[in-house]
């Protein structure tokens, strides 16, 4: 009976913190998904230069295409307060999308460092 108990008492302390772990911040809140990213993508970059996967060319051009985007959401939490409105990040999430087809084509091609 105890070792049920046990089972049970585990079950009830775990449920609730993966219950949390599963919630996502809603976008605006903290525009979590932009900044996430943003980071990413400077990972995958990066990755591809230590991998020898982009040349110097790639990853110049990779970069000057970040830097046009951060100054773009720069501009926009400008017009706003510092906040991002919904068509901003609609905006903003179809740049980080061609941006990073640009990373993976530009990592999976034949032109190595």
Do not use: C, F, W
Not at 57 to 65: A, K, V, W
């Amino acid at each position: 009976m105890s070792l049920v108990k046990a089972v049970l008492a585990s079950a009830l302390l775990i449920s609730p913190a993966a219950l949390l772990a599963q919630t996502t911040p809603t976008p605006g809140a903290h525009d979590y998904n932009i900044g996430q990213r943003k980071v990413d993508q400077q990972d995958r970059i990066a990755n591809g230069v230590k991998s020898g996967q982009l040349t110097a060319g790639e990853t110049s051009r990779l970069e000057h295409q970040e830097a046009g985007i951060n100054k773009e959401e720069r501009g926009m939490r400008a017009q706003d307060n510092g906040h991002l409105t919904a068509q901003d990040r609609k905006t903003l999430h179809a740049q980080q999308n061609q941006e990073s087809r640009r990373i993976y084509r530009d990592k999976h091609n034949a032109n190595v460092r």
